[in-house]
C-alpha cells in the first residue's frame, strides 16, 4: 500500500477515532487516504487550534491526541500548541508534511526546519527518511509520548515518501535502547517514607498535574483518607480530589490562597506528588519548604531536585507509587494540625461587585449548577486564576488549563477538542475578553460540527492580568486597554450559535440555566471592573 495509507492504518491500529488538522500540499496524499477510512477529521479554523484541540482531547479522554499540519507555515503555526502541551506533559503525536526530499535544505516554497525548531520542547522528533520505516516510526511516536512522562511527538513525513508503495505490517511491540520508563517505586524508598510519616507531626501532600496524567485521582483519595494528611496543589492540580474533602486545602503559589502557603511553610514534612514546584508554585511563601523533610515523587527522574531539594527521592508512577504507599501506612494523628492549616485563612471577607458581575461569584455559582463530571477549560490571565480559586471540583469534575507555558488563546480550542473526546458530558471554557480574541475563529469550527459547549466570557477590556500586575508594580497600567471591542453576542449570533450578555450578579442564575438548557453552543458574556483583582 501507498505510505500515506500506511499512516492511516497505522493510526487505526492504535485506536485513534478522530484527529484534527488544516490540510495542505504537504500533507494531501494523507487526507485522500483518511478520505477513505473511518477516522474523523476535525478541520479547525488554525493550526494552532488543531494542536489545542487535540490537547484538549487527551486530557479529557486520558489518551494520545493527534493532529495534522502541513509544511512551512502550516507547520509553523502548530509550535505553540506544540511547546504548550509538551510543558504541561500531554501526550500529543503530531504529523507535519514536509517539502520533498530532493528539495530539503534548498529553502523551497513552504519549507521550514520543524524538527528543529521544536527540538527543545518536543519528547522525541523524527524527520521521515525512509516510508519503510514509518509503521515503526509511529508505533514508537505513540508509545513515547503515552508512556513515563507523557509528552508531544512530532513526525516530519516528506511528500514524495508519503506516495511509495510499501509493504505494510505493523509492530506489535516496542523496544527502544535507553528509553524504559520506571513506573513501580522502589520498595525501600516506599519503606522509608513510610518510616518517616510515623515520626510527622505536621505533615502535607502537594500534587501537580501528574496525579491527572497518572489517572491516580482516587488513589490519592484513598491514601489522604487512610494516611489523613491534608492536600495543597500546585495549578495543575486542581483536579487532583473535590473541593468539600476535608482535607483539601487549595492552591499554593504566587496565586494560591494564603492558608495553603501557610501549610507548607509550617509543615514538617512535605510529599510533592507528580509537580516540578515551578516558580509560581513556590513564590507563594517567603521561606518555600525550609523547615520540612521533603520527598519528591515523580515518573521523570529529571524533574526530582530540579527545582526543589530533597531528602527522599521515589522515581515512578504516581498511581502504583500512591496504592504502595496506601498499603503500608498506618493513620497518623494529623487532627490539630488540619485545624491549625484552616485557622491560617484569611479572615478578609469577600466583597461581591454590585455593579457588574462579579468573576468570582459567578463561578461559584456555575460550579453548583452544573454536573459532577463537568470538563472545565480555561484561558490564560485573570479568568485561568478566578477559575482555579474558585469554581468548586466535585469527584468527577475535569480542569484543563494550560499551566507551564501560559498559552492565550487556549481556552476554546481546548473545550472544542474536550467535547469531542467525551461528547457527553458538559464542557465550559472559561475565558476573558483577551484571550478570546486569540481563537474566536474556533467559532467556525463549533458551528460546523455542531459542537455545544458553554463559553464563559469575563469581559473587562482589556489584558486584565498584565493590567493587575502593571498596577501592583508600577501602578499605572499601559498597552492593555482594549477599547474596540466587538459585540460578542451578535458575533456568535452571526455563527448561527447563541449567546447572552450579563451586566449584574442578579442576572447570572438565569442565563447560567438557558445555557444550560441550550441545544447549542451558548455564550454567555459577563461585563467585569476592569479594576477587578484576581485575589
Same mark, same amino acid.
Given at each position: 500500500m501507498k505510505a500515506a495509507e500506511a499512516i492511516v492504518e497505522c493510526l487505526k491500529q492504535e485506536n485513534v477515532k478522530i484527529v484534527f488538522g488544516y490540510p495542505g500540499a504537504a500533507v494531501i496524499a494523507i487526507y485522500e487516504a483518511l478520505r477513505k477510512s473511518d477516522i474523523k477529521h476535525i478541520l479547525t /479554523?488554525?493550526?494552532?487550534?488543531?494542536?489545542?484541540?487535540?490537547?484538549?482531547?487527551?486530557?479529557?479522554?486520558?489518551?494520545?491526541?493527534?493532529?495534522?499540519?502541513?509544511?512551512g507555515p502550516g507547520a509553523t503555526n502548530i509550535i505553540t500548541s506544540i511547546a504548550t502541551a509538551y510543558m504541561d506533559s500531554t501526550p500529543l503525536v503530531i504529523i507535519t508534511g514536509q517539502v520533498r526530499t530532493n528539495l530539503i535544505g534548498r529553502d523551497a516554497f513552504q519549507e521550514a526546519d520543524i524538527v528543529g525548531a521544536t527540538e527543545s520542547f518536543t519528547k522525541h522528533s523524527y524527520l521521515?527518511?525512509?516510508?519503510?520505516?514509518?509503521? /515503526?516510526?509511529?508505533?514508537?511516536?505513540?508509545?513515547?509520548?503515552s508512556t513515563g512522562r507523557p509528552g508531544p511527538v512530532l513526525i516530519d513525513i516528506p511528500a514524495d515518501l508519503q506516495e511509495i508503495d510499501i509493504d505494510f505490517k505493523y509492530p506489535n511491540e516496542v523496544d527502544i535502547r535507553g528509553y524504559k520508563p520506571t513506573v513501580k517505586g522502589h520498595k525501600g524508598q516506599i519503606k522509608r517514607v513510610l518510616e518517616r510519616l510515623k515520626d510527622s507531626r505536621r505533615p502535607l501532600i502537594c500534587v501537580?498535574?501528574?496525579?491527572?496524567?497518572?489517572?491516580?485521582?482516587?488513589?490519592?483519595?484513598? #491514601?489522604?483518607?487512610?494516611?489523613? +494528611?491534608?492536600v495543597v496543589h500546585t495549578l495543575m492540580?486542581?483536579?487532583?480530589?473535590?473541593?468539600?474533602?476535608?482535607?483539601?486545602?487549595g492552591l499554593i503559589g504566587s496565586h494560591g490562597f494564603r492558608h495553603a502557603n501557610l501549610a507548607v511553610q509550617h509543615a514538617d514534612l512535605l510529599i510533592f506528588i507528580g509537580t516540578r514546584i515551578a516558580d509560581r508554585a513556590a513564590s507563594g511563601t517567603k521561606f518555600f519548604a525550609d523547615n520540612a523533610y521533603v520527598i519528591h515523587i515523580d515518573v521523570d527522574p529529571a524533574?526530582?531536585?530540579?527545582?526543589?531539594?530533597?531528602?527522599?527521592?521515589?522515581?515512578? @508512577?504516581?498511581?502504583?507509587?500512591?496504592?504502595?504507599?496506601?498499603?503500608?501506612?498506618?493513620?497518623?494523628?494529623?487532627?490539630?494540625?488540619?485545624?491549625?492549616?484552616?485557622? #491560617?485563612?484569611?479572615?478578609?471577607?469577600?466583597?461581591? @461587585?454590585?455593579? /457588574?458581575?462579579?468573576?468570582?461569584?459567578?463561578?461559584?455559582?456555575?460550579?453548583?449548577?452544573?454536573? @459532577?463530571?463537568?470538563? +472545565?477549560?480555561? @484561558?490564560?490571565?485573570?479568568?485561568?486564576?478566578?477559575?482555579?480559586?474558585?469554581?468548586? +471540583?466535585?469527584?468527577?469534575?475535569?480542569?484543563?488549563?494550560?499551566?507551564?507555558?501560559?498559552?492565550?488563546?487556549?481556552?476554546?480550542?481546548?473545550?472544542?477538542?474536550?467535547? #469531542?473526546?467525551?461528547?457527553?458530558?458538559?464542557?465550559?471554557?472559561?475565558?476573558?475578553?483577551?484571550? #478570546?480574541?486569540?481563537?474566536l475563529f474556533e467559532l467556525g469550527t463549533i458551528a460546523e460540527y455542531d459542537v455545544n459547549i458553554i463559553i464563559l466570557l469575563f469581559n473587562n477590556s482589556g489584558l486584565g492580568m498584565v493590567r493587575e500586575i502593571q498596577r501592583n508594580v508600577y501602578r499605572e497600567p499601559f498597552g492593555v486597554a482594549i477599547n474596540s471591542n466587538?459585540?460578542?453576542?451578535?458575533?456568535?449570533?452571526?455563527y448561527g450559535l447563541k449567546g447572552r450578555r450579563v451586566s449584574t450578579n442578579q442576572e447570572l442564575q438565569d442565563a447560567f440555566q438557558e445555557a444550560l438548557a441550550s441545544e447549542k453552543a451558548f455564550l454567555i458574556e459577563c461585563m467585569v471592573n476592569p479594576m477587578e483583582s484576581t485575589l
Open positions: /479554523r488554525h493550526e494552532q487550534a488543531a494542536g489545542h484541540s487535540a490537547s484538549g482531547y487527551a486530557r479529557a479522554t486520558g489518551t494520545t491526541g493527534v493532529c495534522i499540519a502541513t509544511s521521515v527518511k525512509n516510508a519503510k520505516e514509518i509503521p /515503526r516510526i509511529i508505533k514508537e511516536a505513540f508509545y513515547i509520548a501537580g498535574g501528574g496525579i491527572a496524567l497518572a489517572k491516580a485521582e482516587k488513589e490519592l483519595k484513598s #491514601f489522604v483518607e487512610k494516611s489523613k +494528611i491534608p492540580g486542581k483536579d487532583c480530589m473535590e473541593s468539600d474533602n476535608p482535607y483539601y486545602m524533574e526530582i531536585g530540579k527545582n526543589i531539594g530533597y531528602n527522599i527521592p521515589v522515581v515512578g @508512577d504516581a498511581k502504583n507509587i500512591l496504592q504502595q504507599l496506601t498499603s503500608g501506612v498506618s493513620p497518623l494523628n494529623t487532627e490539630e494540625w488540619v485545624e491549625e492549616i484552616k485557622a #491560617f485563612r484569611s479572615n478578609r471577607k469577600y466583597e461581591m @461587585d454590585t455593579d /457588574r458581575v462579579s468573576p468570582k461569584y459567578a463561578l461559584r455559582l456555575l460550579s453548583e449548577m452544573v454536573e @459532577d463530571d463537568a470538563v +472545565i477549560t480555561t @484561558d490564560v490571565g485573570q479568568n485561568q486564576i478566578w477559575s482555579v480559586r474558585n469554581f468548586g +471540583i466535585k469527584e468527577s469534575t475535569k480542569f484543563i488549563t494550560s499551566g507551564g507555558l501560559g498559552t492565550m488563546g487556549y481556552g476554546l480550542p481546548s473545550a472544542v477538542g474536550a467535547k #469531542f473526546g467525551v461528547p457527553s458530558r458538559r464542557v465550559i471554557a472559561v475565558t476573558g475578553d483577551g484571550g #478570546f480574541q486569540m481563537s466587538p459585540d460578542f453576542v451578535k458575533l456568535v449570533e452571526a
